[in-house]
């Protein structure tokens, strides 16, 4: 069983920035893409952007630059840098992850989710 576990979450002022980090565990056989996603409350899950082993990124349009998605596949990690922040972007990221198992089935992984609060 893999799980997936946030961190980085928290209160950070308008304009501020942060890092969240997602690490993966358990019984990995291997790991396709990697991403993250937000939900705040009264909306639907969306986007925010995922990146494959290769380093090949997708981002939601509302990123504009910046956001930025990496990973260390040594290290099983995601993360996501967030500058510029604003009020609106007060939502519970989720980290997500397309595993590779058993006869190549594809399935996803989705962590706890870590809440952001952009607020004075």
């Known amino acids: 069983q893999v799980q997936l576990v946030e961190s980085g979450g928290g209160l950070v002022q308008p304009g501020g920035s942060l890092r969240l980090s997602c690490v993966a565990s358990?019984?990995?056989?291997?790991?396709?893409?990697m991403g993250w996603y937000r939900q705040a409350p009264g909306k639907q899950r969306e986007l925010v952007g995922i990146?494959?082993?290769?380093?090949?990124?997708n981002y939601a349009d509302f990123v504009k630059g910046r956001f930025t998605v990496s990973r260390d596949n040594a290290k099983n990690t995601v993360y996501l840098q967030m500058r510029s922040l604003r009020a609106v972007e007060t939502a519970v990221y989720f980290c997500?992850?397309?595993?590779?198992?058993?006869?190549?089935?594809?399935?996803?992984?989705w962590g706890q989710g870590t809440q952001v609060t952009v607020s004075t």
């Open positions: 990146i494959t082993t290769g380093g090949n990124t």
């Open positions: 358990g019984s990995i056989s291997s790991i396709d893409a």
């Open positions: 997500n992850a397309l595993l590779i198992g058993r006869f190549n089935v594809r399935y996803d992984r």
